[in-house]
């Protein structure tokens, strides 16, 4: 029999991290998100609908102590710990597996549809099928990935679209980016594959090297939901510039015979009529450019490739060292990116192949600090405007085992 989690209703307490609670600006004037603070003794007054990155989840309304007004917060992401008089409905009507304590047989029965054929399944860690067994309906729409033999999964992965996908937005974006996925689409796939390399939430490190921009937290957030918080080794256009002391720390910082994650890449804005370079934020009301840390850069190389850049001597501010290195880190890009039908279009891809010589200069250096597995998944970070999903076009997907040494290139199977 399966072992139950506690179930949400009114009057029920618990706790979640700060940063998953909503209205974010409220929550963060009583816990800065620096402080990767948890909330605690916080109570459930209902439930209800709310659109939180670009879908809309049941969530549990709730109040924080200390925090003024009514919050709410998806329900996956908040941990009851003192039960309800009466649980809600909605929680009686689904089986919520605990990850500590399960019967795997009738695991198998909860998800039958991971199975692809006869002795083929995939055996999905408990703490992912907890996830997606006590949020289906709200969150992991994507599909299920169907199991794959001798660690190969391909056509048959299931290929549902996620709830609310618009379907013209989406051709709008895979016409520009071909090959791009929506990042719930991604990470399911992610984690259906690295999970037959043992990968788990309790036994693998999440590192991710982004943009600075907050737009970049989207993909980063995706992940951190399943492997929690992660190491930060990028800054400006998604830059590893934490370099080879960050990679160290980070290594330390793995589970005992354990695995990282290690996700990589620029970003770009695409407008919901197709503009290249630009995005709609929330709340503002200008199209803003992104990146535009990569922008200005190529404004840079734009300016040397015609002869009309001012030269400076000086070298470059501390103040401002990080754009001032992605200016020299482009610099060999300038007559493909010149002779490119979309610069807009091209320079992430240019951005990429740049820092795909960093990334492999740091993996190579500290490849003896891998523990068990290293999993580095690079690509293009696609930005989108708050009511759309936001995409991910995967460039490398690849393993290292425990000697440091390559051993297989998983890309394929994420198409």
């Known amino acids: 029999m399966v072992t139950t989690k506690k179930l949400?209703?009114?009057?029920?307490?618990?706790?979640?991290?700060?940063?998953?609670?909503?209205?974010?600006?409220?929550?963060?004037?009583?816990?800065?998100?620096?402080?990767?603070?948890?909330?605690?003794?916080?109570?459930?007054?209902?439930?209800?609908?709310?659109?939180?990155?670009?879908?809309?989840h049941l969530c549990y309304l709730v109040s924080i102590p200390d925090v003024e007004g009514e919050c709410y917060i998806v329900k996956k992401n908040f941990r009851v710990e003192v039960s309800p008089e009466t649980p809600f409905d909605s929680e009686t009507q689904v089986v919520r597996p605990d990850p500590e304590v399960v019967d795997r047989a009738a695991l198998e029965d909860v998800v039958p549809n991971v199975r692809c054929g006869p002795g083929i399944e995939m055996k999905l860690p408990a703490a992912i099928i907890a996830l997606f067994a006590a949020t289906a309906a709200e969150a992991f729409q994507a599909g299920i990935p169907t199991g794959r033999a001798n660690t190969r999964l391909s056509e048959s992965l299931v290929k549902n679209p996620p709830a609310g996908l618009d379907s013209a937005f989406d051709k709008l974006v895979k016409s520009n980016f071909p090959g791009a996925l929506t990042n719930k689409e991604l990470a399911m796939r992610v984690v259906g594959l690295l999970q037959e390399k043992g990968f788990t939430p309790e036994n693998t490190l999440l590192a991710t090297s982004v943009c600075a921009d907050e737009l970049a937290r989207e993909l980063e957030d995706e992940f951190v939901d399943?492997?929690?918080?992660?190491?930060?080794?990028?800054?400006?256009?998604?830059?590893?510039?934490?370099?080879?002391?960050?990679?160290?720390?980070?290594?330390?910082?793995?589970?005992?015979?354990?695995?990282?994650?290690?996700?990589?890449?620029?970003?770009?804005?695409?407008?919901?009529?197709?503009?290249?370079?630009?995005?709609?934020?929330?709340?503002?009301?200008?199209?803003?450019?992104?990146?535009?840390?990569?922008?200005?850069?190529?404004?840079?190389?734009?300016?040397?490739?015609?002869?009309?850049?001012?030269?400076?001597?000086?070298?470059?501010?501390?103040?401002?060292?990080?754009?001032?290195?992605?200016?020299?880190?482009?610099?060999?890009?300038?007559?493909?990116?010149?002779?490119?039908?979309?610069?807009?279009?091209?320079?992430?891809?240019?951005?990429?192949?740049?820092?795909?010589?960093?990334?492999?200069?740091?993996?190579?250096?500290?490849?003896?600090?891998?523990?068990?597995?290293?999993?580095?998944?690079?690509?293009?970070?696609?930005?989108?405007?708050?009511?759309?999903?936001?995409?991910?076009h995967p460039l490398r997907f690849d393993y290292f085992n425990e000697d440091g040494n390559l051993v297989e290139n998983l890309l394929p199977y994420l198409r």
Not at 48 to 56: I, Y
Not at 351 to 357: G, P
């Open 8 to 56: 949400g209703g009114i009057g029920a307490m618990g706790s979640a991290a700060a940063r998953f609670f909503h209205p974010g600006d409220r929550v963060r004037e009583k816990y800065p998100p620096e402080t990767r603070a948890r909330a605690i003794n916080v109570v459930i007054t209902g439930e209800a609908q709310r659109r939180v990155r670009h879908t809309t």
């Open 226 to 392: 399943i492997y929690g918080t992660n190491f930060n080794l990028g800054g400006l256009s998604g830059f590893p510039f934490a370099g080879n002391t960050g990679w160290g720390a980070m290594s330390a910082h793995v589970p005992d015979d354990g695995y990282c994650l290690t996700i990589h890449g620029p970003h770009v804005g695409i407008t919901k009529d197709g503009i290249i370079g630009k995005v709609e934020r929330s709340g503002i009301a200008l199209v803003d450019s992104c990146c535009g840390s990569a922008i200005a850069a190529s404004n840079y190389l734009q300016a040397i490739t015609d002869g009309t850049a001012d030269i400076n001597p000086k070298i470059q501010s501390f103040s401002d060292f990080q754009q001032g290195a992605v200016q020299e880190l482009i610099l060999p890009f300038g007559q493909r990116l010149a002779r490119a039908d979309d610069r807009m279009r091209e320079l992430p891809y240019a951005l990429y192949d740049s820092q795909e010589v960093m990334v492999n200069d740091i993996i190579n250096t500290g490849k003896s600090t891998i523990k068990k597995g290293l999993a580095v998944l690079g690509g293009i970070q696609i930005n989108t405007s708050p009511d759309t999903y936001d995409y991910f």
